[in-house]
C-alpha cells in the first residue's frame, strides 16, 4: 500500500480518490483532483484506486499500479496520457503505453504479476471497506482516530469539501 501512496508518508490523513477509467463522471473530476493533489500531498497521503466499474478498466490496472510505483513525480502526466489512450483504445499493448508516455520521457517498467495481483487486491479490498457502488468516490480518513468522511460524485467533489474533509479528520 505504501508503494502507491503519493502523498505524506507519515501523515494518519489518507485520501482515497475512486475512480474508473471509462466513467464519464470520474473524467470530470480528474483536472480537480490535479489541481489539488499538492495541497493534499502535504497533509495527506493520497491513492489513486482504481475502481472497476467497466470491465475493461481492468486493462489498465497493470500500467496505472506500474507507473504509480515508479514514476511517482510524473504520476499526473502519466495519467493524463493514459486517460488520452482509454479515449482511443479500451485494450492498450505495451506498445501503446509506451507510444502515449514516450512525449513525457519516461518510459514503462512493469511490476511483476505477483505486484499487480496485491495491488488489484488491495483496491478490491477498499471498494469493499468503504462500501462503494459508484464512482467517483473521494474517502478521507485519520487511521489514528477512526475519523472520516465520504464525498460521492461531481456535485459532492470539490475543492472546498475535499479539503474541509482532510481538515475534520485530522
Same mark, same amino acid.
Given at each position: ?22 466513467? *464519464?463522471?470520474?473524467?470530470? $473530476? !480528474?483536472?480537480?483532483?490535479?489541481? /489539488?493533489?499538492?495541497?493534499? @500531498? &502535504? ?48 485494450? *492498450?499493448?505495451?506498445?501503446? $503505453? !509506451?507510444?502515449?508516455?514516450?512525449? /513525457?520521457?519516461?518510459?514503462? @517498467? &512493469? ?60
Amino acid at each position: 500500500k505504501d508503494n502507491i501512496n503519493l502523498g505524506h508518508a507519515t501523515s494518519p490523513v489518507e485520501v482515497y480518490v475512486f475512480t474508473d477509467w471509462f466513467c *464519464p463522471a470520474c473524467k470530470k $473530476i !480528474e483536472p480537480l483532483i490535479e489541481e /489539488l493533489a499538492p495541497e493534499i @500531498k &502535504e497533509h495527506a497521503k493520497l491513492y489513486l484506486v482504481d475502481a472497476t466499474i467497466h470491465q475493461e478498466s481492468l486493462n489498465y490496472t497493470p500500467y496505472n499500479l506500474a507507473f504509480m510505483v515508479n514514476n511517482k513525480e510524473d504520476y499526473f502526466k502519466i495519467r493524463h496520457a493514459l486517460d488520452q489512450l482509454a479515449q482511443k483504445t479500451k485494450a *492498450p499493448s505495451d506498445a501503446d $503505453i !509506451e507510444k502515449a508516455v514516450a512525449p /513525457l520521457g519516461v518510459h514503462l @517498467k &512493469e511490476l511483476n504479476f505477483n505486484d499487480v495481483a496485491t495491488g488489484v487486491k488491495l483496491f478490491k479490498r477498499l471498494v469493499k471497506q468503504f462500501d462503494l457502488r459508484s464512482t467517483p468516490a473521494v474517502i478521507v480518513v485519520n487511521v489514528d482516530t477512526k475519523k472520516g468522511k465520504k464525498l460521492f460524485g461531481t456535485n459532492d467533489i470539490t475543492s472546498e469539501n475535499i479539503l474541509e474533509a482532510i481538515d475534520t479528520v485530522k
